[in-house]
């Protein structure tokens, strides 16, 4: 977990809205935190919600997706894809 807490923090420091690397560090850190039964509960519950959000985006046509992929089925473009740093993108 020491290697993977090191990339994601680094990945913040390079983009601060990159909201999966927040994501992931909220979760690995939870252990580190004292928190009521409730509230891990409803952590969780959002956590996972928010890993089900889709994380690639056609930059061309703004088809998303939860898979990588390199030709957009909609727009037939190619390496038109991107991660989505940003929830509102």
């Known amino acids: 977990m020491g290697k993977a807490r090191e990339w994601l923090e680094k990945s913040l420091v ?10 992931e560090i909220l979760d690995i850190s939870q252990q580190e935190q004292i928190m009521t039964e409730s509230f891990k509960t409803q952590l969780s519950f959002f956590t996972q919600k928010a890993r089900m959000v889709k994380r690639f985006v056609c930059k061309r046509c703004g088809l998303k997706r939860e898979r990588l992929f390199f ?6 473009s190619w390496h038109s894809i991107s ?5 509102n993108e």
């Open 14 to 23: 390079m983009d601060q809205e990159f909201w999966p690397a927040r994501l």
């Open 71 to 76: 030709l957009c089925p909609r727009c037939y």
């Open 83 to 87: 991660f989505r740093t940003l929830l």
